[in-house]
């Protein structure tokens, strides 16, 4: 799977190739900022159109891993959709293959600042979700966030001289842990710019997606 394994807040945990977190000891596969419909989204209001691809090339790249690593439960971290009318407008295609995702299993949707209300598909609709040492929800929280917190939202990506153009990344430290945009076609933020250094410590790490996870240090601004 070229998958990287670490350990957070005393739980073990596996960085996907893919951007996906995979929780052996719970059985939960955690994936943040989807986007699905954003092609859809921006076409409705009068922006440059995109590929109209991306929903389903991000619900392919879900499926392959759900079917690698079997959840019990799936988290959707937030911004699941690009806003609720993308929901409601998904294609009968991709709306199929969600549904048949979910079957069978518990699926969480975590609140975002693009999906802020319930969507139609099945599953619990929560602000955060506390789940062993861990806290899930959309956006880190700045002051003193505890340990054992996992979020999305930043898009985060890193270059590593020498080794290629910046990749979405996993950022990590002792207290928090940041996801890379799950989404294909979802742009991102350095790891190195404002807010998202100041999130971190020095002695913090990015797990780099792509081909295979690969973990680099990453020096933020942040106490840690």
Not at 45 to 51: D, V
Not at 147 to 165: A, L, N
Not at 186 to 203: E, N
Request: glycine share 12%; aromatic share 8%.
């Amino acid at each position: 799977m070229n998958a990287y394994a670490f350990t957070f807040a005393g739980a073990a945990l596996t960085a996907l190739p893919s951007g996906g977190l995979w929780w052996a000891a719970h059985r939960v596969l955690c994936v943040s900022d989807l986007h699905l419909g954003k092609s859809e989204r921006i076409a409705r209001r009068g922006g440059t159109l995109l590929p109209p691809y991306e929903t389903r090339a991000t619900l392919d790249k879900l499926a392959a891993d759900i079917d690698a690593t079997n959840p019990d439960t799936v988290i959707c971290l937030g911004d699941s959709f690009d806003d609720l009318d993308a929901a409601a407008g998904l294609d009968d295609a991709a709306r199929a293959a969600l549904i048949q995702m979910q079957a069978g299993r518990r699926w969480v949707w975590i609140e975002g600042n693009h999906d802020p209300g319930p969507v139609e598909f099945k599953g619990s609709h929560l602000a955060t979700l506390t789940l062993g040492p861990l806290v899930f929800r959309h956006i880190a929280q700045a002051a003193d966030a505890g340990s054992g917190e996992v979020s999305g939202h930043y898009h985060p990506k890193h270059h590593v001289p020498g080794v290629g153009p910046a990749r979405p990344a996993f950022l990590v430290d002792a207290r928090r842990l940041i996801l890379p945009a799950y989404g294909v076609y979802t742009g991102g933020l350095s790891a190195g710019a404002v807010p998202l250094a100041a999130l971190f410590g020095p002695r913090a790490m990015a797990i780099l997606t792509g081909r295979r996870a690969m973990a680099v240090p990453f020096c933020g601004t942040g106490a840690g």
